[in-house]
DNA sequence: TAGTGGTCTAGACCACAAA
DNA sequence: TTGTGGTCTAGACCACTAA
């Protein structure tokens, strides 16, 4: 297990969040299980109580983990209702629905960035970019066509990957150290144009969820654009609001 | 000016979450104004700096304020950034959207709940329901149906009101101490049917954004559930996620 | 009664910004 | 140099849960 380096220029919280983290997703401790007291953990990371508890509030705002006061802390299950505020994926998103995931993919080719899209990334028009055009299923059936376009320059070859077994966020985190951990969408309600209604099994013009979406490294550098179309009479999306 | 009240039985820093976020929302503190620094609120207020920085830890985690190490604290800029993260009237979401809001009311009326919103609310099917139905424009023309189920036992009246002219949510503050300060939403694209396009002047089955969304008040208990349909050529929504 | 999380205090040292 | 927010400590009292 790993422990907290008191001579890291990191801050003790951002180190034990990252360790406790680290147990929760990795399933070391299981959805429901109780997690070491407050007192254990300042026992076990020889921190403060204010510093422990600074992680546990991190965390409990995350959703990872909740409290019951006079019973302790514990591992929270995981819930759709993450998917609106977190990053996910296709395959992460399907399952956590209950529906088995699939991938075709469509095309993959190098090409210019169009003059929109490089707006939305912050290069030049011109410069090269990865497409890659998928056709995503549930339950072998459509559920929608994702269009994502990666900045080439990040990660030389990319392509060369076979995205309908692997993650393309695995392979850009394995690969080239690219952690995607933020991300600006906008949603919309279009009708599928005819190419895409044949993609996905629906009539022409059928309503479609369409979502544009610019994701963000760790260093704050636009690395994708992606365009999904989800059905709408498959798809819906959750999210919780405060006033 | 509110003060604390050291015999309350709420804890200090949500007594002081709500003066300072009074503060804000009233526009006594301006956007991109200094607030009073974490020195100057704990002599204020007479509280400790950890209650003083839980409190600003609300409000920066809000979006309300934002901090600048070794300058001070400062009062955020409204941004449309909000919009999806944030419970947003009509009014104020096309304001900041740069359009101008109008409104119609179609209906209203008390109606028995149906057996599929009763569940959302958590209330008996049969329970007395204040149903409103009102038209949204922006810049004139068409933009949303609105549908809002009010569990009547709670706001006994409510349809009293003109809410062509108020708004619902403000009404339910100031008569019936009602703050809606959480909410749960799914989101969908669909087809409009015919009664609607006619409403919204588009085209039969024309895609539209379908929000369904149950509001609770500062007790944490349901107080309503909307149904809302855009159209799906002039409205998106925005959100950010984080990995 | 013992253990848990919720709240709160008084103090400390640091890096950074501005004067 | 002064004031700001960022991080951290050691300790306290409370209400609640479970044995």
């Given at each position: ?8 220029k ?58 019951q006061?006079?019973?302790?802390t ?28 699939g ?54 070859g ?86």
């Amino acid at each position: 297990m790993k422990s907290i380096v008191r001579t890291s220029k990191l801050p003790l919280y951002h180190q034990l969040y990252e360790i406790l983290r680290e147990n929760i997703l990795s399933r070391e401790w299981q959805p429901g299980e109780m997690i070491p007291s407050e007192a254990e953990l300042i026992d076990q990371h020889e921190v403060s109580r204010t510093t422990v508890r600074q992680v546990l509030d991190m965390l409990a705002k995350e959703g990872l983990i909740y409290r019951q006061p006079g019973r302790g802390t514990f591992v929270a299950h995981p819930t759709v209702e993450q998917a609106l505020v977190r990053i996910v994926s296709f395959t992460e998103d399907m399952q956590q629905r209950g529906e088995t995931p699939g991938t075709h993919v469509l095309s993959s080719s190098l090409v210019p960035a169009p003059q929109d899209i490089a707006e939305r990334l912050g290069i030049e028009a011109g410069e090269e970019l990865a497409r890659l055009e998928r056709l995503r299923l549930a339950d072998g059936e459509p559920m929608s066509v994702e269009e994502s376009y990666l900045v080439h320059r990040y990660c030389r070859g990319v392509l060369r990957g076979d995205y309908a077994a692997t993650s393309l966020r695995q392979a850009l985190e394995r690969q080239y150290g690219i952690r995607l951990v933020r991300a600006k969408q906008t949603i919309r309600a279009i009708p599928a144009p005819q190419k895409l209604a044949r993609l996905l099994s629906v009539p022409p013009k059928s309503a479609t969820l369409y979502i544009e979406r610019v994701s963000y490294s760790q260093d704050d550098i636009a690395v994708e654009f992606l365009r999904i179309h989800y059905r709408g009479d498959r798809y819906s999306l959750y999210n919780e609001l405060q006033g």
